[in-house]
């Protein structure tokens, strides 16, 4: 994994820290679990050897989500929503734990099982 695949990697688990995103986590001796981030501030953190989130395709929205998607971002912009926009949008697919920004492509994260989500 290169440094920018590292510091993406890094960005993006920090903005989903506040929706409980499951990671797969791998240590030196090949054991795995699936954890939240948060749940890894009780681990040795040296000794994990790979973190990958588990992440919706955005092809994996539902109506319900695409219709609320472009609500948000079809709305009247003025210039401090324009500026907020970005955010807004990204905090909408952190929530949902959508990828948005390619890292199930990059190999940097894993598509989620279809109900891995569903009771939050």
Known sequence: MTQEE???????????????VKCRVIWDDTS?????????????????SEIKPYLRPMSSMTEEEKQEYYDLTHQENDDIWAKCLFDKMADFCNERH????????????????EDMY???
């Open 32 to 48: 795995d679990r699936i954890l939240t981030p948060v749940e890894l501030f009780g681990f040795e953190m040296n000794a994990i």
């Open 6 to 20: 590292k510091q993406l990697l890094l960005k993006d688990l920090s903005a989903r820290l506040p929706y409980n």
């Open 98 to 113: 959508l990828d948005y920004r390619g890292l199930i492509e990059k190999g940097l994260a894993l598509e989620a099982p």
């Open 118 to 120: 569903k009771t939050e």
